[in-house]
């Protein structure tokens, strides 16, 4: 008879388990209550109560969270690297209670808009380092307790110039195979930038083995303002850049690839160069990229038309030309209902194919001119994914009125999504980390 309860009282609780169900069962797009429980979201703000806005994320293998950007001191803004546990709270065993703030000697504007970790756990972070005269590209190497690592250029920073009175911006970063170190960028006078890739060998040093002794650089023939604002590395070496070059006033998406010694790809689009212009002849930019298993390449954006801004995403095939596969010949455009101001900043893919991009939505008479922090869910063919939050869309709106915003998201191993960004409210900006239900 003991038994018999025994087996029953077991199958109640079985039963029971079955019945709350898996959490990964839940509909995706929605907060996971377990990150900075119950919120979802957490949001990080500084001593001067000012500009706290975090631009890239890189997960750990033992599930830490890894959040680079910027915040404000009360007179410059330093770089910020924060690093949370997978429940969503500041690690304590990182930095400063989970808090690493660098600010160079200039007391200029120094920002963080990439972060990638190495296999052994060190993290790079890129972006760039302002003195009030000019801005030098600017690399750091932490160790994995928020330390600067001081094997890694002198003391674990390295600064790029191209000279008085340039403009140098690393804008992401990516760790190579055998430890080399590849950032994408843009460089020369503020009137007349060019695109640029730079790679380091692993101590810090330009690899003069790369293009002209590390640096290729990247202009369009009709000069003005280009822009390196992504970057994938390949598994046979080739490097992609993404951003948007201008000719004759326009800006178009640009995507380039270089071989592995530096050169633009001969065999990919028309001489290592894809152009693409938008259906209205607007501006276009491409800010995020990533490859897809089979080697396509998948670049996240906007498009401009008439109306205002359209999120863009476009698949390139592996030797350059638009996918006809995906959307519309290649191509898929976002537009909110009443918006005039829709862009990503973001883009992942799923285990399953599927394909993620974040970024922001707003602008329109509904909203006030106010955004939402912006997360979509494509099917592999570019169709909207109806089972992620509401139609495809998962709209992040801040407890208090504000400005919300989606500048990059990553997997974890389980695919839950986690989503970094800011919120302005009230004069001031933070840091904002939230994680989706896959």
């Not at 590390?214 to 390949?234: F, I, N």
Request: contains cysteine; charged residues 20%.
């Amino acid at each position: 008879m003991v038994k018999r309860l025994i087996l029953l009282a077991l199958a109640g609780i079985l039963l029971f388990m079955c019945s709350c169900g898996n959490p990964l069962d839940q509909p995706g797009g929605l907060l996971d209550n377990s990150f900075n429980a119950p919120d979802g979201f957490t949001l990080y703000n500084g001593s001067a109560n000012g500009g706290d806005r975090a631009y890239a994320i890189s997960l750990s293998k033992g599930g830490r969270v890894l959040v680079a950007g910027t915040t404000y001191n009360g007179r410059d803004e330093d770089v910020l690297l924060l690093c949370y546990t997978s429940e969503g709270r500041l690690d304590d065993l990182f930095g400063q209670a989970g808090v690493v703030i660098y600010g160079t000697p200039a007391n200029g504007q120094d920002r963080a808009y990439g972060v990638a970790l190495q296999s052994d756990g060190k993290i790079m972070v890129v972006g760039t380092a302002s003195n009030g005269r000019d801005q030098d590209l600017l690399l750091l190497r932490f160790n994995p307790d928020g330390t600067l690592d001081p094997s890694f250029g002198k003391a674990g920073v390295v600064a790029y110039s191209g000279g008085e009175e340039t403009q140098e911006i690393g804008h992401a970063v990516a760790v190579q195979a055998d430890g080399k170190i590849v950032v994408a960028g843009e460089g020369g006078p503020a009137a007349n930038l060019d695109a640029l890739i730079l790679r380091y060998t692993s101590d810090g040093v330009l690899d003069t083995s790369f293009a002209s002794n590390g640096l290729a650089y990247y202009g369009s023939a009709e000069g003005g303002t280009d822009q390196g604002l992504a970057l994938a590395v390949q598994a046979d070496g080739k490097i992609l850049l993404a951003g948007s070059t201008t000719r004759v006033g326009q800006a178009d998406l640009l995507l380039l690839r270089f071989t592995p010694q530096g050169a633009l790809d001969p065999f990919f689009a028309t001489g290592g160069v894809a152009l693409y212009d938008g259906p209205s002849q607007g501006a276009d930019c491409g800010n995020a990229m990533t490859l897809q298993q089979d080697g396509n390449i998948l670049v996240a954006g906007f498009t401009t038309g008439p109306r205002g801004q359209d999120i863009l995403l476009l698949r390139y095939s592996g030797s350059g030309k638009l996918d006809s596969s995906f959307g519309q010949a290649g191509v898929v455009l976002f537009s909110s209902p009443e918006d005039v101001y829709d862009v990503a900043q973001g883009i992942a893919v799923q285990a399953d194919g599927k394909i993620l991009a974040a970024g922001a939505k707003g602008g329109g008479p509904q909203m006030d001119g106010l955004k939402d922090a912006l997360v979509l869910r494509f099917s592999t063919d570019g169709k909207a994914d109806l089972s992620f939050g509401r139609q495809g869309t998962m709209a992040f709106t801040g407890p208090e009125q504000g400005d919300d915003w989606a500048y990059a998201l990553s997997l974890q191993s389980d695919g839950r999504i986690v989503v970094v960004g800011s919120r302005f409210r009230e004069g001031s900006d933070d840091a904002l980390v939230m994680r989706l239900m896959p």
